[in-house]
T-cell receptor, first 114, second 118 residues
Framework: AQSVAQPEDQVNVAEGNPLTVKCTYS??????LFWYVQYPNRGLQFLLK??????LVKGSYGFEAEFNKSQTSFHLKKPSALVSDSALYFC????????????FGKGNQVVVIP | NAGVTQTPKFRILKIGQSMTLQCTQD?????MYWYRQDPGMGLKLIYY???????DKGEVPNGYNVSRSTTEDFPLRLELAAPSQTSVYFC?????????????????FGNGTRLTVT
């Protein structure tokens, strides 16, 4: 079955510094990868996805993610973090072989320090 | 645009009580989902539906039931509430074109229902 690992519980970064949130995945077929963000007391919001093609994917709010097949990773990045980026970030994966379910990681809390 | 609407926002239940969490979407999405979110555990799929009249179990269906009589509505029923069902519940929807799996489609989430069972 598909699965996602987000190894860090919390990521602290100073405002203006680059932000990276790590994600690795496991699938038996081809991966369909997604990043979502959750602000307090809200549902998850879609940021970006990788389906096929260019390994660097650009999404909302200046975020981007890089698909690395050999390392089975899909790390989320932002060149210059804002205080308003403080939120909970989830990586998710679907497997091209199997039941089409979306498996979520446990989430990473990002804290941007002014 | 309303998107995905969940009611109620908060609820406290006593052990053994029952309740229905309501979910409705106005985007004409064919797929709908129920997830529960527990701290440090991510989201777990409870049930999902690929269209009106069709439902299927997810990872953690025990203690829950669903129905999908219309495209818009996907209520989640708890029959005998237990403390283990204390969680935040999210409804979501997505669209899949005819003949295409919903692999590419992002999910649209409601704002959640925070349920406490004591």
């Amino acid at each position: 079955a598909q699965s996602v690992a987000q190894p860090e519980d919390q990521v602290n970064v100073a405002e203006g510094n680059p932000l990276t949130v790590k994600c690795t995945y496991s699938v038996s077929g081809n991966p369909y990868l997604f990043w979502y963000v959750q602000y307090p007391n809200r549902g998850l919001q879609f940021l970006l996805k990788y389906i096929t093609g260019d390994n660097l994917v650009k999404g909302s709010y200046g975020f981007e993610a890089e698909f690395n097949k050999s390392q089975t990773s899909f790390h989320l990045k932002k060149p210059s973090a804002l205080v308003s980026d403080s939120a909970l970030y989830f990586c998710a994966v679907r497997d091209s072989r199997g039941n089409n379910r979306l498996a979520f990681g446990k989430g990473n809390q990002v804290v941007v320090i002014p | 645009n309303a998107g995905v609407t969940q009611t109620p926002k908060f609820r406290i239940l006593k052990i053994g009580q029952s309740m229905t969490l309501q979910c409705t979407q106005d985007m004409n999405h064919n797929y709908m989902y129920w997830y529960r979110q527990d701290p440090g555990m991510g989201l777990k799929l409870i049930y999902y539906s690929v269209g009106a009249g069709i439902t299927d179990k997810g990872e953690v269906p025990n203690g829950y039931n669903v129905s999908r009589s219309t495209t818009e509505d996907f209520p989640l029923r708890l029959e005998l509430a237990a403390p283990s069902q204390t969680s935040v519940y999210f409804c979501a929807s997505s669209y899949s074109y005819l003949g295409e799996a919903s692999y590419n489609s992002p999910l649209h989430f409601g704002n959640g229902t925070r349920l406490t069972v004591t």
